[in-house]
Every structure is written in C-alpha cells, then in structure tokens.
C-alpha cells in the first residue's frame, strides 16, 4: 500500500491541496475530515479524498502526513487534539493557515511526540471558498511560506517540500513573526481596505441606487476580495492583530497626509503622491502569483468598434486556445476599451499574448 494523507478540513485549500498530492504521489491514499458530513460526501464525490474519516483519530492512526486546512482558530484546537493521538512515530504535519504566530507557538505541544509539526501558508487562494472551487493548480507558481522554528525541522522541511511538490508552488521559508508581517501587509491588511470601500458604498448606494452601477467597473475590480469569507477573515484580523493594529495607525497617516494636500490645494504633493506610487506598482516584479487568486487573465486595448470581440476571439480559436471568460473592463470615449480575458492555464495566457500581439493587439498581463 502507497503512502497515507490525511486532510482535516476539506474546503478551497484543502481540497486543493489533496488534489495536488495525488497528481504528483498517485498512490497515495488520501483521507478526509470535515465537520460538515455534506462537505465530506462532496469532497468523495468530486474525487479529492478516496475515503472520509468518522473522527480526527481514526483518519490520523496511519497518516505520513497530515494537512490541518481549517479556519486559524480551529487549527490551534485541532493542533492540540492531534498531539494527543497515537500517530505515526515519523509523520508530519503541517497547517495552511493565513497567520503563522498563533499557530506556530500552539504546534508546541509536539515538542514531546516524534511527529514533526511544520507551518504553511500557500499565499494564493481565491475569494470563492469550499471544496467545490478545489483545484489542483491552484498554487501553481504561488510563493508558499514555510516557517520552521527549530534547527532539528530541516529533514522534516524537505520532506514536506517534497510531499507538496505537485502544487508547483515557489517554497520560502520565513520566521512566523516576518509571515505575520509580511502577510499582514500584501493580503490581510488590503481586505480591510477593500471592504471598507465596499461599506462607504453600501450606505450611499442605500440612498442612490445608481451608485451600485456606476460602480461596476474599477471599483468592483478592487474590491473583489471583499467577496472573501467572512469567518476566515474575521479570524485572520484576530490572529494577527498587533500588526494590523499598526498598519491602520501608518494607513490613518497617510489618509491624513492627502487629506492636508487636498485641503490645502497642493497640486504639487497630490502629483507626487500618485506620480511615487504609479512608479513603485509599474516596478513590482511581474505578477507569477502572490496573495493574488490565480487567475490567468489578460488585459487588451482594442479600438471600440462594433465586431471587435468576435476578432480578438477567432484569433484564439484559430490556435484553440480557449477563453474562460471575457469582461469589457472600460470604454473611452468612443476611442479605447480595455478587455480583460481568462484563461485556464499560464500556458494558455502566453500563448495567446503571443498570437495578439502578432496581429498587432496590446496585451498585458496586469492593467
Ligand atoms: N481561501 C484562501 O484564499 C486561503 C485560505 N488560507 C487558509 O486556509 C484555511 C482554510 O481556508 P479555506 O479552504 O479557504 O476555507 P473553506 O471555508 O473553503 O474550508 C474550510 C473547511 O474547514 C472545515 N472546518 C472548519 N472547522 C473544522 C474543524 N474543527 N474540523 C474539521 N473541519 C473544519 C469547514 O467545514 C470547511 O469545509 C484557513 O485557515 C485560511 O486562513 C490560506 C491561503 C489562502
Ligand atoms: O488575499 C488575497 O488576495 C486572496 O483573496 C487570496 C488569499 C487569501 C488568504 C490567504 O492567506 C492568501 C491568499
């Protein structure tokens, strides 16, 4: 018999991650746990796990690794319940949780048992949740951070790796204290600012209904992560609150600061202010993947004529290269539009950059 996984928690992550390990170690066994038996029978139905488990211990017994891939709070409970279990002498275990502190000082309660504890974190998910929205590819060329806390976890860090290696994801390995900050900055601090965006809408759109559709474009484009999981979410600012508590004092100082600009009409500092940021986003290394859902989209200028969609999409089919979706993003006047389309794979999106650009089309991966 193949080697033994267990996942407790089969939702996006979860989900994704069995499907992962399989493709790269088919002969693993994979076992699931979920508290919500429907999400279970799914999860069989949708072939992620081979078989569900009737509780933590029996889906642990004969597990080489285990990946605990629910909420933070949950995970500290399930980290302490396994501890307790009778596991095999050299399994490990890891988690996949957006904060890495809390976690890393509960996985102490394994410093007595030979099982070893790694934390994760693969910084690439989506704002849909559940076991339904898995996939295998979904870490694909993400960054994944591990967070070791003792010299002896090396052995344990390169088998985990090597367990995970059909994620195809980028492995880095950072204290839990950097994760904290680190993630706290590029994904949990900017969910924030995304749904507070979406609750100044809320209470005027209330009163002005055609608010709601004017905010269609941009707007909608940078709040999508608002959509998020609100449990997770909340779960995430409680775990990693002294960080965030010091990103919104810099954040409440920097509103202040454009707010003075504005105030004071300095067109001078306002030009700054976009001019140093337009600078450092157009600098940010091209987007593999990040706390970004892993999307595969394009971005392309076409002249805002009538048949114009229908001529960017027989260039592709004529290459099958297959669009997931199209979305006009902006007209200009009657001049430009902008038209965002998604691909399936990276392989998909390159080649049909390639073809567009040939027939004299200007596509971008990021607007
Ligand atoms: N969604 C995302 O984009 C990302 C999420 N994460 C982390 O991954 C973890 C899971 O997130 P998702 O898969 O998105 O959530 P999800 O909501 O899709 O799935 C979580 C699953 O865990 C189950 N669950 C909850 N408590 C449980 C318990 N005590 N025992 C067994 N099962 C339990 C739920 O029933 C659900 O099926 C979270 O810790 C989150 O911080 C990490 C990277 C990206
Ligand atoms: O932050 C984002 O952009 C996402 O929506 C995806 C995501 C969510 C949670 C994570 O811990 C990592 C990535």
Redesign the pocket.
């Known amino acids: 018999m193949g080697k033994q996984l267990f996942v407790i928690g089969l939702g996006l992550i979860g989900g994704s991650l069995a499907l992962a390990v399989k493709k790269d170690h088919p002969d693993t066994h994979v076992t699931g746990y979920d508290l919500n038996k429907n999400v279970m029978k799914a999860a069989i139905s949708l072939g992620v796990i081979n078989e569900s488990a009737p509780s933590i211990e029996e889906g642990a017994r004969h597990a080489d690794l285990i990946i605990v891939a629910a909420p933070v709070k949950e995970t500290i409970e399930i980290l302490r319940e396994l501890s307790s279990l009778p596991l095999k002498e050299e399994a490990i275990i890891t988690d996949v949780g957006?904060t890495k502190k809390a976690i890393c000082e509960a996985s102490h309660v394994f410093d007595h048992v030979s099982a070893h504890f790694i934390g994760g974190?693969?910084?690439?998910?989506?704002?849909k949740s559940g076991v339904e929205a898995a996939k295998s590819h979904l870490f694909e060329n993400a960054y994944y951070i591990i967070t070791p806390v003792k010299e002896t976890d090396a052995r344990a860090v390169i088998q985990l790796q090597n367990w995970l290696k059909g994620t195809k994801a980028r492995f880095i390995q950072l204290t839990p204290g950097n994760h904290d900050f680190f993630?706290g900055m590029?994904?949990?601090f900017?969910?924030i600012v995304a749904s507070g965006l979406v609750h100044q809408l809320k209470e005027e759109g209330e009163k002005e209904p055609v608010l709601n559709n004017l905010a269609a474009g941009g707007f909608r484009d940078i709040t999508r992560?608002a959509s998020?999981s609100p449990v997770?979410w909340r779960d995430?600012l409680l775990s990693n609150r002294d960080v965030l508590l010091g990103l919104i004092d810099k954040w409440q100082e920097e509103m202040n600061k454009v707010k003075g600009y504005i105030e004071k009409e300095d067109a001078e500092r306002l030009f700054e202010f976009f001019d140093v940021a337009k600078q450092s986003r157009d600098a940010l290394p091209v987007r593999k993947k990040?706390?970004?859902?892993s999307f595969y989209d394009l971005y392309v200028d076409v002249p805002d004529h009538p048949g114009v969609i229908s001529d960017v999409t027989a260039i592709l089919a004529k290459k099958q290269i297959s669009i997931t979706n199209i979305r006009i993003l902006e007209t200009r006047e009657d001049i430009m539009g902008v038209l965002r389309l998604s691909f399936r794979s990276e392989n998909d999106q390159l080649l049909a950059k390639e073809q567009l650009t040939k027939h004299m089309y200007e596509a971008y991966e990021s607007p």
């Open positions: 957006s974190h693969p910084m690439a998910g989506s704002h993630a590029v994904s949990h900017p969910h992560i998020s997770m995430i990040g706390a970004i859902p």
